[in-house]
C-alpha cells in the first residue's frame, strides 16, 4: 500500500499491419469480382455449411449411442 502509480499504458497505433505473406485477402469493399469467383465463393459456403451439418449430425448421434449405452449399463441385471 502506498507504492508507486501504474506506469501509463501503452497504445498501439492506429494503422493496421500488413498482412502476412501467404494469406489471402479480400479486395477493397465494393469491388466487382468476376462471375467465376462468385460462383467459387457461392460453392464454398454451401459445401462449408454442409460440412458443419454433418458435424453437428454425428455429435447427435455420438450423444443417442451414449445415452443408450448407459441406460444399457443402469439397467442391467
Given at each position: 500500500?502506498?507504492?508507486?502509480?501504474p506506469a501509463p499504458r501503452?497504445?498501439?497505433?492506429?494503422?493496421?499491419?500488413?498482412?502476412?505473406?501467404?494469406?489471402?485477402?479480400?479486395?477493397?469493399?465494393?469491388?466487382?469480382?468476376?462471375?467465376?469467383?462468385?460462383?467459387?465463393?457461392?460453392?464454398?459456403?454451401?459445401?462449408?455449411?454442409?460440412?458443419?451439418?454433418?458435424?453437428?449430425?454425428?455429435?447427435?448421434?455420438i450423444h443417442i449411442v451414449?445415452?443408450?449405452?448407459?441406460?444399457?449399463?443402469?439397467?442391467?441385471?
Amino acid at each position: 500500500m502506498g507504492g508507486h502509480p501504474p506506469a501509463p499504458r501503452q497504445h498501439r497505433p492506429d494503422d493496421r499491419p500488413p498482412p502476412r505473406p501467404g494469406v489471402q485477402h479480400q479486395g477493397p469493399p465494393g469491388a466487382l469480382m468476376s462471375d467465376s469467383e462468385q460462383r467459387r465463393l457461392a460453392l464454398e459456403k454451401k459445401r462449408e455449411r454442409y460440412v458443419w451439418y454433418y458435424l453437428g449430425y454425428f455429435l447427435f448421434g455420438i450423444h443417442i449411442v451414449a445415452f443408450v449405452m448407459i441406460y444399457a449399463v443402469t439397467h442391467a441385471k
